[in-house]
């Protein structure tokens, strides 16, 4: 079943491949609409998934800071959601 991602009436990704891990779901790259997303500076880490970068996601001139994110060099534990884009702070993941 296909998922998406959507904020402030916009969808940011959708997939029928996403890769659900701790609950959020991973989506692959080719599913994420990039016109929407801005490095950030900001970085994580998990103990056993690794650093975490992240993207401010813009629709409509409004900013989420960080509100996505993905693990470009993730550990040998997490190797299936590399480039893999999840979200949170009010993006929505529903049945697409």
């Avoid at 490095?39 to 994580?44: E, G, K, L, Q, V």
């Avoid at 590399?82 to 009010?90: C, L, N, P, S």
Wanted: proline share 6%; net charge negative.
């Amino acid at each position: 079943m296909a998922v998406r991602a959507v904020w402030n009436g916009k969808v940011l990704a959708e997939s029928a491949e996403t890769v659900v891990v701790e609950g959020n779901h991973y989506f692959p790259p080719a599913a994420v609409h990039r016109e929407y997303f801005t490095p950030s500076d900001t970085h994580t880490t998990c103990p056993w998934k690794g650093v975490a970068s992240y993207y401010t996601v813009t629709v409509d001139g409004e900013s989420n800071a960080d509100a996505a994110w993905y693990y470009p060099e993730p550990k040998d534990a997490a190797a299936q959601i590399r480039d893999h884009v999840a979200f949170w702070r009010g993006v929505t993941v529903e049945d697409a």
